[in-house]
């Protein structure tokens, strides 16, 4: 997705928007915000997904394309 919206985000960590606004407001997800929405860099969701998960991290990126 390159820059995901937060929608996107959460569909492929399995949580809400709102759990997903929380991780970037905790640091744990970087992210560009435009206006009032936030662009999270497909790295950024990478980075998170190896640090916090078991799951193969190119396969659930893949899934979103």
Do not use: F, W
Request: hydrophobic share 35%; glycine share 4%.
């Amino acid at each position: 997705c390159g820059k995901c919206e937060t929608k996107d985000v959460a569909r492929m960590l399995g949580v809400s928007s709102y759990t997903v606004k929380q991780l970037i407001s905790d640091g744990e997800l970087k992210a560009i915000a435009v206006r009032n929405l936030y662009r999270i860099p497909e790295d950024s969701v990478r980075d998170y997904l190896n640090i916090h998960s078991t799951i193969d991290v190119d396969d659930v990126i893949r899934k979103e394309r």
